[in-house]
């Protein structure tokens, strides 16, 4: 009341709206800025910044290209525009059924036959961010707790936490054994919840994850699904990387792990999915949840009222999709082109006496910089990450705006670039190494 | 017994029959008693009997905490979890008691028990039956086609503007192709495909707010620089509800009013709405002295109000609002330092002989507390594409534009839309002949459609714009109530195979209104609608 009479003229916004849980002030955020200001390009700008910090696909566009050229009558509804009326009248949540279809096969096909999905499990959301945020709100309750594995995409703070209301409690995991998830973190994870009078609702993995670049193996798997099934909560997967994993044996759908059970205790498990990565088509905002509950199902296609998606997308993605030709072919194309990437930067980089974490999936890697720390401590590899921001003019996400409980790790992003980019960015992340071991020589 | 439902003159002189103060409640049990039991009979029954219900609802509620807290309940299979708190949902209005209902759902330490889904969940539940979603349903399971189901039911529920979609299939029509492949080609699809601003393309937000700039008759320049470009209109209410206020605030909504607000305000923001009751004596005008009084109301409650949603032109009713109503609006918000939120999704289907006055060109002046207002636009209604997913918040409020463009990354529009759509807007030609052209099909269609339905003795609140009647047929009703109204949907569904929208879905105060969308329906198709109406109405008269 006070406030208000001190300041008559100004009218307050609400408490969600001045927060600053949308993240955007971390330093995964702010080297987007010096990027934005002073952007590396091939021909005109040759001494910028790189952008390694955004998980964008861009290695097989020409293939949907070459698609859209020879059959540019989808974007379009065809000669007269036939189907033009009811598309445009269409914003059923239910979504494009021929869409859903659509999905349904291209998931099928990505896991190698290996899982089923249901057309009518598919809740269609403006991209995967959208269907995170929208588990959340259906999943638990303001002030009730998620457990995610560290390290983790930073977007989650902002996706899982802002307007739901909902905490997020760190899964540890360190290099000692591949950053992989145990039974004793999840454990850990759960107790800290409750010593701090939390209610856990679920736990969220990322298979591939990001930032590791790294697939979850199938015991895991099942260890999480049992974690989840004793404590009675639900288990998000997050699997918007699974069309990016280098080979295709190496991933493991929890659809499989439940198809092996019987789909006993499938009703807490729910998949999340998008093409942002997969198709490089983050611009037409398409993600989906697939879930096994019921209620689930029915709630989330009503709360896609906020964030549906435009039915000539659909319309589009659905002709493209039912393209078995163009599907397999671009499946198969894009993971042997995102391979080679990875070999050429992890060449590139033990070149320069760099390590990596061993990755077969993503469109990064996990590179282990903790060497070079002058402390090894989250300062120092903000002082390392600057450095490397201001001096060498690569954007790298550091380890600590991923919650890593390791100081000195770094995500670098290799498949939105040229490979001619990636080379210039490998020499320069050469030259720096050589430069600092001169340097220490010369102490 | 009386409704609450009723207006409130009606309750008031229901009291003042029975009694001469505050036994009132007390002689609603006793006096109907009496006439039964005949004397003082009925006195003693009519103590003991809400005694006695008293005492077993104590019991009831006691016994039913035990269950809810008992770890070993495990008879209820996942259904029933929903179906358990589904009777909750009533008090899910209120945040704080959804939560401890939820934490009463079985925990995570019983093995036996379904995984438990959080109190939104209970909330759709309970919404699914209301007469807005079953009669969309039953449109979509039995819908009417002149000629493969002529006896199918007819939508007249949806605000769906079909009047004028033939003139932007023409444009796509002979422009499409082109567009999209000259965007494909000179943009290249890794432009379009990338990861783009979430609140909208510049160039897009040009074309928006050009076209909201000829919507209004170019009495407003829009400034594409305060525009917010959301996955329809739907987001933008839910995005300023989040931004203007916190769980457990208000918002001042006048009735009756657009059914989706207790969607799109309401459900995940925890934000509650006070419904603030515009009359027939007014012509469902907004009265300031309502506001007012609903404002103090809300204080004494502890409810703190942070804002107005009007919608101009109106749903259902189809007011325009005058520029010293907006005046006095403005003067009413200033003085209680809320913000004022005005939908004006409709503006560019207005078709009476009114002119509409947008808010934004208040705000234009000088001398107005310009950080207050914000005004919400898409193209749904005026451009007739609902699929496509566009709508727009529009403020000169910096702190709420920086919050509401973060916000857009959950509810962005589709790339390739966006650049269609920037040809589409930018074609100014196409866009003032489709003004003009919708505006005269709407006044025509709402012409006829009015006259077909005085016809049958039914009047209309006169509108001038949007989509809609507001139909008085309470001359129809049984019984002067919600139940009353809900029979005559349900024989206007079933019988005529009509589906309309009830007043009480839009909160009217007073039963008997119907909402009939025009804005699908052909020519043709009116008298097929007034003569189902008449069948239903006769029979109605008849009883």
């Known amino acids: ?443 | 017994m009386t409704q609450t439902r009723y207006s409130r003159s009606r309750s008031s002189d229901t009291e003042k029959e029975n009694t001469g103060g505050g036994g009132g409640a007390a002689m609603r049990v006793i006096v109907p008693l009496q006439g039964v039991v005949q004397g003082r009979g009925g006195l003693v029954l009519g103590s003991i009997i809400p005694c006695a219900l008293f005492y077993f609802l104590q019991f009831y509620l006691k016994r039913h905490r035990n269950d809810l807290d008992d770890q070993n309940n495990s008879n209820s299979p996942g259904l029933n979890s929903t179906t358990g708190s589904a009777s909750s949902g009533k008090l899910a209005e209120l945040p704080a008691l959804t939560r401890n209902l939820s934490r009463g759902l079985p925990s995570p330490r019983s093995p036996r028990g379904p995984v438990s889904v959080s109190g939104r969940v209970s909330r759709i539940v309970k919404g699914a039956d209301s007469p807005y979603y079953v009669g969309l349903r039953r449109v979509k399971e039995d819908p009417y086609d002149e000629l493969s189901n002529p006896n199918g039911i007819i939508q007249l529920g949806l605000a769906e503007n079909k009047l004028s979609l033939d003139l932007v299939k023409h444009w796509l029509a002979e422009n499409a192709e082109q567009v999209i492949l000259r965007n494909w080609k000179e943009l290249s699809i890794s432009r379009i495909a990338t990861y783009q601003p979430f609140d909208g393309l510049m160039e897009f937000k040009v074309a928006v707010a050009g076209f909201m700039s000829q919507v209004t008759a170019k009495a407003v320049s829009f400034d594409p620089s305060q525009v917010v470009l959301t996955a329809g209109s739907t987001p933008a209410i839910e995005i300023l509800s989040f931004c203007l206020a916190d769980v457990g605030n208000a918002f001042l909504v006048p009735t009756p009013c657009y059914p989706g607000y207790d969607r799109d305000v309401k459900w995940r923001t925890g934000v509650e709405i006070i419904h603030v009751p515009c009359r027939s004596a007014d012509d469902f005008n907004l009265s300031i002295a309502a506001l007012d009084r609903a404002f103090n109301q809300a204080k004494k409650r502890g409810l703190k109000v942070r804002g107005i949603i009007i919608s101009n032109p109106s749903n259902p009713v189809g007011n325009l609002l005058s520029r010293d109503t907006l005046y006095s609006l403005l003067d009413f918000a200033r003085e209680k330092n809320i913000h004022i939120v005005s939908n004006e999704i409709l503006a560019g289907s207005t078709h009476g002989n009114e002119e509409f006055v947008s808010i934004a060109e208040i705000m234009d002046l000088d001398d107005v507390d310009r950080k207050r207002v914000h005004l919400v636009y898409g193209l749904s209604k005026d451009l007739s594409l609902p699929g496509f997913r566009v709508g727009v918040i529009y403020s000169h409020n910096e702190e709420v534009l920086a919050a509401a463009k973060k916000l857009t990354r959950f509810s962005t529009i589709s790339s390739p839309t966006q650049c269609l759509l920037i040809s589409m807007l930018s074609d100014a030609k196409f866009v003032q002949t489709f003004i003009t052209i919708n505006r005269e099909r709407l006044q025509r269609t709402y012409a006829l459609f009015v006259a077909g339905l005085k016809k049958l003795g039914i009047k209309c609140i006169k509108s001038s714009g949007g989509f809609y009647c507001w139909a008085d047929m309470s001359g129809l009703i049984r019984s002067y109530s919600e139940k009353g109204e809900l029979e005559l949907w349900d024989k206007l569904l079933n019988i005529a195979k009509v589906n309309v929208t009830p007043g009480s879905c839009c909160h009217c105060i007073e039963p008997g209104w119907f909402r009939f969308c025009f804005a699908t329906l052909t020519e043709k198709d009116i008298p097929i609608v007034t003569d189902r109406i008449q069948k239903v109405s006769e029979t109605c008269k008849l009883n």
């Open chain 1, 1 to 443: 009341m006070a406030i208000e009479i001190e300041k008559p003229s100004s009218v307050r916004l609400s408490k969600v709206a001045i927060s600053k849980t949308h993240g955007e002030d971390s330093p995964y955020f702010a080297g987007w800025k010096a990027y934005d200001e002073n952007p590396y390009d091939e021909i005109h700008n040759q001494s910028g910044v790189i952008q390694m910090g955004l998980a964008e696909n861009q290695v097989s566009f020409d293939l949907l290209e070459k698609y859209l050229e020879e059959h540019h009558e989808v974007s379009s509804w065809g000669k007269g525009a036939p189907g033009f009326r009811e598309n445009a009248l269409f914003q059923d949540y239910h979504g494009l059924k021929s869409f859903r279809q659509a999905m349904a096969n291209f998931m099928e096909q990505i896991r190698g036959g290996k899982a089923k999905f249901d057309p009518d499990r598919i809740v269609l959301t403006a991209g995967a961010t959208a269907a995170n945020e929208l588990l959340t709100f259906i999943l638990a309750d303001p002030g009730d707790a998620l457990l995610v594995p560290t390290p983790y995409y930073p977007g989650f703070d902002r996706d899982l936490r802002w307007r739901t209301g909902v905490k997020i409690v760190p899964i540890h995991c360190n290099s000692s054994n591949n950053f992989q998830i145990t039974p004793e973190a999840l454990e850990a994870a759960y107790q800290s919840a409750e010593s701090m009078d939390l209610k856990v609702r679920g736990i969220l993995i990322t298979n591939p994850s990001n930032p590791l670049g790294s697939t979850i193996q199938s015991s895991v798997l099942n260890d999480i699904l049992d974690f989840a099934v004793h404590k009675n909560i639900h288990l998000v997967s997050d699997e918007i990387y699974s069309g990016s994993t280098f080979s295709p044996s190496e991933f493991v759908s929890i659809a499989e792990i439940l198809r092996n059970r019987n789909y006993k205790d499938a009703e807490r498990v729910h998949i999340v999915y998008s093409l942002s990565k997969d198709l490089g088509l983050p611009g037409f905002r398409v993600g989906t949840i697939y879930s096994y509950n019921d209620d689930v199902v029915t709630t989330a296609r009503r709360m896609s009222s906020f964030t549906l998606i435009s039915s000539q997308t659909q319309h589009l993605l659905a002709c493209m999709l039912s393209n078995h030709e163009f599907t397999q072919n671009y499946i198969k194309t894009n993971r042997e082109r995102l391979n080679k990437r990875y070999d050429m930067i992890i060449q590139g980089l033990k070149k320069a006496g760099i390590e990596c974490l061993k990755g077969n999936a993503g469109l990064f890697c996990w590179m282990n910089l903790s060497p070079l720390l002058n402390e090894p401590t989250r300062q120092g590899e903000l002082e390392l990450w600057n450095i490397i921001l201001n001096q060498v003019k690569l954007n790298i996400s550091p380890g600590s705006s991923c919650h890593c409980s390791e100081p000195g790790w770094f995500r670098v992003c290799f498949a939105n670039m040229s490979e001619q980019t990636l080379r210039v960015a490998l020499q320069r992340i050469h030259k720096f190494m050589e430069q600092r071991k001169v340097c220490s020589v010369n102490q």
